[in-house]
């Protein structure tokens, strides 16, 4: 589960994803906005904010998992992120109002309220699978992980 | 186990995350900046499936406290005449040219002004009606998409665009009739930017804002008289 030949997969790839996701959203605020504003979970003098920062968050957790660089926090920053879209999507889903995701494209999809619930369905099993993504980084940067990592090379 | 190194350098993400964000907001271009406090009365409300995303009556978020300071009272004639009138100290840049309102009267009985709700949708006979008749007309989309096509004559109010605030202020400070009426419109379907600048120019004192619902997307299959570019 923390063999060093795939936690560095598992570190890249996680971070890739998280690379990709950030960037449309920093190349357009407005539409990122009204994004975050859809899911109708944020006070609006704080819509803004969160969608000016919170892909740069996303774009450098992802760049630290490609890197190799704090990996152990960008995974824990990168699992809380995880954590807070699974919540959004999900009480979303639960109170049946749909939502384009824009997890990686911001542009409103034109998709109907039905096909919206069943897109953020895959949605929710995608970032369930990112999360134990992230969970396998934590595990592999462990302090007990790195102690039993040296006593197996000595 | 979370130690005290892994918040440090947690929060030393946190705070590069922002400085970038600042960063890259400040070297934006004017229509992919953002304003880092916005407002919207409605965030957290969830419409039911179905319902119209504007409400009978203003909600208390929209209220207006004092009525609003009139600006000079001049119709919607020619530029030069309500740029002439109560310019102020340093004037504006000087807007598109309103054309004449060719129903003035006509249009102020069919659509009377409703100071107690932001905007009312209207049906499409009714928009094309206001449009003979040289109403006011005001698109509510991003700026390159309003540049991809318009109604004709309507002018850009981008309401997810960080200047959109001096805009409308602007629009208030060239001392058109409050009480005219305006049509706003989006993208149709579920986009509410419409009715998100109805509020803002609600809150100005615009008392007889009228929501093209259907939007562009109609106007175009009616044939009806559209434009491209970044001009009305």
Not at chain 1, 2 to 26: D, E, M, N, Y
Not at chain 1, 126 to 148: F, K
Not at chain 2, 104 to 111: E, I, K, M, S, V
């Amino acid at each position: 589960m923390t063999r060093p030949w795939l936690s560095i997969r598992v570190q890249i790839a996680l971070g890739a994803v998280f690379v990709a996701a950030a960037i449309p959203k920093i190349l357009d605020p407005p539409a990122f906005a009204h994004m975050i504003y859809n899911y109708r979970l944020v006070p609006g003098g704080l819509v803004n904010a969160l969608a000016l920062v919170m892909p740069w968050i996303e774009l450098l957790a992802g760049l630290a998992l490609v890197l190799g660089v704090w990996r152990r926090e960008a995974a824990l920053v990168a699992g809380a992120l995880l954590v807070v879209f699974l919540g959004a999507i999900g009480w979303n889903l639960l109170r049946g109002h749909g939502i384009d995701c824009g997890c990686f494209d911001v542009r409103s999809a034109g998709k109907s309220r039905d096909e919206q619930l069943a897109d953020m369905r895959w949605v929710l099993l995608r970032d369930v699978g990112l999360l134990v993504l992230a969970g396998q980084v934590l595990a592999a940067t462990s302090p007990r992980a790195a102690i039993s990592s040296r006593l197996s090379r000595g | 186990m979370v130690r005290a190194s892994n918040v440090g350098r947690v929060v030393a993400l946190l705070v590069l995350a922002g400085a970038g964000a600042a960063i890259s907001n400040f070297a934006a271009s004017s229509d992919r900046k953002l304003a880092w406090v916005g407002s919207y009365p409605r965030a957290l409300q969830v419409e039911p499936a179905g319902s119209p995303a504007m409400a009978e009556a203003a909600p208390p978020a929209l209220q207006r406290k004092q009525p609003p300071v009139q600006a000079p009272a001049t119709p919607a004639t020619s530029s030069a005449s309500s740029s002439a009138v109560g310019s102020p100290a340093t004037p504006p840049a000087a807007p598109p040219a309103v054309p004449p309102a060719a129903d003035t009267a006509g249009l102020a009985r069919a659509f009377p002004p409703h100071p107690d709700k932001p905007a009312v949708e209207i049906a499409p006979a009714d928009v094309e009606r206001l449009y003979r008749g040289k109403a006011l007309f005001l698109d509510a989309r991003r700026s390159s998409v309003y540049a991809e096509g318009h109604i004709a004559g309507a002018r850009s109010l981008p309401v997810w665009e960080s200047d959109i605030d001096a805009r409308v202020k602007g629009l208030y400070e060239e001392g058109l009739d409050q009480k005219a009426p305006i049509v706003v419109y989006c993208s149709g379907g579920t986009c509410e930017d419409s009715h998100m600048l109805a509020e803002k120019l609600y809150m100005v004192g615009f008392d007889n804002v009228l929501i093209y619902k259907d939007g562009f997307p109609d106007w175009q299959k009616r044939a009806l008289p559209s434009s491209k570019g970044a001009n009305p």
